[in-house]
């Protein structure tokens, strides 16, 4: 190739590369500033975008006072296509926030102008909301639904909404009045902290309404409008809330409603705001957000001054609604409790002053009727979650593994007054019965607990034994269908020595929950395995909310001897046959016919089993002991505790008696 020719075809490329030049008509530079706008805006901060009438600066804070009401949340912005007319520009903006769960989608569209080699963005309010204009901003309010109720069985009201009076001091009716005279007085008539109250009271504004306490407006409600009234400034407003029949009715698993707390609110992940109801503890917090449901959420644009006075003498809302998220209603839940045997169980354990539980099942179907912790409990859920060794209740899982040794009720064991294993001595309870000493049948020694027949079965019955047939009575094994925190039980599969000897009775490393406990007197019942249920629509929690419908075991115990129980089985390792529970039920009758607990004779209706329960614990001597009876009596199984309570035939059989007799 010539010079001349190399020469000719370099004038053409600078021919070429300069028409190229000459025709870019600045869209790179618009799309890279429409760009850089929707990603300052996405983080709420435009302080570094190049704006045509408005500092940066005020831009910046206009944007934050329109968003104000949105924070923490930021919007994702996305850029559409780029319209260009020579030195100006236009670009759709594509917001999205997250609100709460929904998505809150629209366009508004941007202005660009080319400033010599700049493009800056037309500032107006617009540009953040739809037809927003300068002096408006957002507000965000929600409107929460009634809360759902939890029912019962035959779906009877257990938590509804109930009227209640919140009663307070009202500081812009206190007519010149001392608020710390008038809160005091008000403190004491409604039995409240006077200090912590008149404190409360000073520390609120002027036109405050401070309450003091909030009570049931029925038949128990004892302070009166009256009363109230005559104290300067205390006022009692009417309102409903989420209540049980009884300020204790089944409250430690039921749990309570209440405004939430800061803790709640900063663990909710956005679910919870100032001022919501929500559920503390129990069922109302396992199941909140089925039972809450979902808040109305309104985004509004108003102007930034307008005051609530003026929205109300407004004779239409002069606010524009921008955003609706509808309230979706809240989800009854449905249990199995039967609220006449719950306040029955209540009642009973009224004046016990230790930790106490009644348990009451429906053996044919698992359902949970009742499941009472006393007031000695101190609102934790002893029937549930408690961990407690059963004593001789657990005989009954011995005997199982006997009969699958090859005994019988009619077989028989040596029944001595002590035995002695690795120096350690064990003895029968005080008043054990002569005439049932020496070679008994094992209906004799399981009617009265003979604590040395059933330990001398520790040779032909393994701990790996116990713990099968624990499981084939439903103990230690895990409950789909409860629905609710609870404690299953416990059954070590491996122990030697004194620590299996005291297996044999109940004690050592085995524990039960009053349900568990219930659970295997049903389980002898049924003839099978009985799983227990109480929340009957687990299922309707809804996902990734705060309620949760799967059954656990409880972490923290009252109990002494509880440490690292073992999770529960899956299932039975092999099932109660209907042959062996006939034979656990003759030995059980024998108890009420023979044995120690001849009080249930005269209770009505079908024939009653039982079996009592003495555990020791602690330290002290003589030790203290857990008192435990369980029951069978037609299509009812009964778990009966008392944390302290000296025998079980004669601490719980009474309060089972009770409950029996009453229970028809």
Not at 56 to 78: I, M
Not at 490 to 519: C, F, N, R
Request: glycine share 10%.
């Amino acid at each position: 190739m010539g010079k001349i020719q190399k020469i000719s075809l370099a004038l053409v490329g600078l021919i070429i590369g300069g028409s190229l030049v000459g025709c870019d008509d600045g869209r790179a530079g618009a799309e890279g500033a429409a760009k850089q706008l929707a990603s300052a805006i996405s983080t709420l901060d435009v302080g570094g975008v190049a704006f045509e009438g408005k500092d940066a600066a005020a831009a910046n804070e206009q944007l934050h006072e329109v968003f104000k009401a949105l924070e923490p949340g930021k919007p994702a912005v996305e850029t559409g296509e780029l319209k260009l007319e020579e030195d100006t520009a236009t670009v759709p903006l594509a917001y999205n926030w997250k609100i709460g769960a929904s998505e809150w989608k629209y366009s508004v569209t941007a202005e660009l102008k080319k400033s010599g080699d700049s493009w800056l963005t037309v500032w107006k309010p617009a540009l953040l909301v739809p037809d927003l204009v300068d002096g408006e901003i957002l507000t965000k309010a929600t409107e929460s639904p009634q809360r759902a109720d939890i029912l019962g069985a035959g779906d009877a009201p257990l938590v509804t909404s109930r009227p209640v009076v919140n009663v307070g001091i009202d500081k812009q009716q206190l007519a010149g009045g001392d608020p710390a005279v008038s809160a005091g007085k008000l403190a004491e008539l409604v039995g409240v902290d006077s200090a912590a109250f008149v404190s409360q009271v000073q520390a609120a504004g002027a036109e405050a309404f401070v309450v003091a306490i909030t009570l049931r407006d029925d038949a128990s409600r004892t302070v009166t409008d009256a009363q109230i009234s005559a104290i300067p400034g205390a006022r009692a407003i009417k309102e409903s809330m989420p209540l049980a029949p009884t300020r204790t009715f089944a409250r430690a698993l039921l749990g309570t409603v209440g405004q939430a707390n800061a803790e709640q609110i900063e663990k909710s992940g956005g679910a919870l705001t100032a001022g919501d109801v929500t559920g503390t503890g129990g069922l109302q917090q396992q199941y909140d957000a089925l039972l809450r449901g979902t808040d109305r959420v309104i985004i509004r644009a108003q102007k930034a001054d307008l005051t609530a006075e003026e929205i109300r003498a407004a004779g239409t809302d002069p606010r524009r609604t921008v955003f609706d998220i509808p309230a979706t209603p809240g989800t009854p839940l449905k249990t199995t409790l039967d609220p006449s045997l719950q306040q029955l169980a209540e009642g009973i354990l009224a004046e016990i002053q230790p930790a106490s539980a009644i348990v009451a099942l429906r053996p044919s179907t698992g359902a949970v009727l009742a499941a009472a912790s006393g007031p000695g409990s101190n609102g934790y859920n002893t029937a549930m979650l408690g961990q407690y060794a059963p004593g001789s209740t657990f005989k009954m899982v011995d005997s199982l593994a006997m009969f699958r040794n090859g005994m019988t009720p009619d077989s028989k064991v040596e029944c001595t007054p002590t035995l002695t294993v690795d120096g350690r001595t064990f003895k029968n309870a005080e008043g054990y019965p002569a005439e049932s000493l020496g070679s008994v049948t094992l209906r004799d020694a399981f009617a009265h607990s003979c604590n040395t027949a059933f330990i001398s079965a520790r040779d032909s019955v393994s701990q790996a034994q116990l713990e099968s047939a624990a499981t084939s009575l439903g103990v230690a094994v895990e409950a789909p269908k409860l629905g609710v925190d609870a404690f299953l039980g416990s059954v070590p599969g491996a122990a030697e020595g004194t620590e299996h000897a005291a297996s044999m009775i109940g004690q050592g490393k085995i524990l039960m929950s009053p349900l568990s406990a219930a659970v295997m007197a049903g389980s002898v019942a049924k003839g099978s395995p009985v799983s227990p249920q109480l929340v009957l629509n687990a299922d309707a929690a809804v996902p990734g909310g705060a309620a949760s419908g799967s059954p656990t075991a409880a972490a923290a115990t009252p109990s002494s001897s509880a440490s690292d129980a073992p999770p529960p089985a899956k299932t039975a390792d092999k099932p109660i046959t209907k042959e062996e529970a006939t034979a656990l039920a003759d030995m059980m009758r024998a108890v009420v016919t023979s044995g120690h607990a001849g009080f249930l004779m005269d209770v009505p209706g079908s024939p009653v089993g039982a079996k009592t329960g003495t555990a020791e614990f602690g330290k002290e001597n003589p030790p203290k002991t857990h008192a435990w009876i369980v029951a069978v009596h037609g299509d009812l199984a009964v778990a009966v505790f008392v944390e302290e309570g000296g025998l079980g035939a004669t601490t719980s059989g009474p309060l089972l008696k009770e409950f029996l007799t009453a229970a028809r």
